[in-house]
């Protein structure tokens, strides 16, 4: 008899933190478990459901009922534990005949979630990039509106309208500058309009590890996930090496 083939890791997360069953889903990436745990999924970011809000909260939120809602689930281990309002933060499997369906890589992978700002891992966050890469490609779910295009940082307008809200910007990189603790990634010549990346020298090292030289952006074609923010021009701070892929090829 053939010996049964030891089960591959998962692609993202650690240790079994929790199990249960989803009961509820609130949104496209939280869901309350049967004993009223509330999760909040890792390493992703969907439309918010508050009025007024992005197009394709409904959505991402069905997407998510459809792939956990009512079953068990295996929840792993997060860099970070839990949010700010108590929330379990982790990577969810929703376990169907013996086997676990990565919620955040099918919600990424059909369109209706985001590579986040922090994974952690790079193998997962490598994973993920790849598998919303190409759904927006294919302009699968969120991608198909024109509301989720990729931001062009030549038209720092448009990126400063989405001030406050998650958002994909991509452009080539004039310069890099540093000055005091911080570097510079800048995509214009005018600081105070102009579309910024910020990286805090201290997290340079985090940058580095990853094979990502940011003194050697300079010309090159990147893309960049983040919060947009405002000093003069629109701006994202990136604490992590996820949050900037190379967009050009060389």
């Not at 369906?101 to 209706?112: D, H, N, R, T, W």
């Not at 931001?151 to 005091?180: N, T």
């Not at 201290?202 to 590890?209: K, L, M, Q, S, V």
Request: with cysteine; hydrophobic share 45%.
């Amino acid at each position: 008899m053939a010996q049964e083939q030891p089960k591959s890791a998962p692609p993202c997360g650690g240790d079994v933190i929790a199990r249960g069953i989803a009961k509820h889903v609130i949104d496209g990436r939280t869901f309350v478990l049967d004993d009223g745990r509330e999760v909040r999924l890792a390493a992703i970011e969907v439309p918010p459901v508050e009025s007024g809000a992005a197009p394709g909260a409904a959505a991402a939120k069905a997407a998510l009922d459809a792939l956990v809602g009512g079953d068990d689930i295996v929840l792993r281990h997060a860099d970070i534990a839990t949010d700010r309002y108590g929330r379990l933060v982790a990577y969810a499997y929703a376990v169907r005949d013996g086997d676990e369906l990565f919620a955040q890589g099918e919600l990424i992978a059909s369109g209706f979630a985001t590579v986040g700002d922090h994974v952690g891992s790079r193998p997962c966050a490598l994973a993920l990039l790849k598998g919303e890469n190409a759904a927006r490609s294919a302009k699968l779910g969120l991608w198909a509106d024109s509301h989720y295009d990729v931001l062009d940082a030549e038209v720092p307008a448009d990126v400063l309208a989405r001030r406050g809200r998650f958002a994909l910007v991509e452009g080539r990189v004039v310069s890099v500058r540093e000055s005091g603790a911080t570097i510079y990634v800048n995509f214009g010549r005018r600081w105070s309009e102009d579309f910024t990346v910020t990286v805090l020298k201290r997290n340079e090292r985090n940058f580095t590890a990853a094979g990502l030289d940011l003194r050697g952006l300079t010309g090159r074609r990147i893309r960049v996930r983040g919060w947009i923010e405002a000093r003069g021009g629109p701006w994202i701070e990136a604490e992590n090496p996820e949050q900037i892929e190379t967009a050009d090829v060389r």
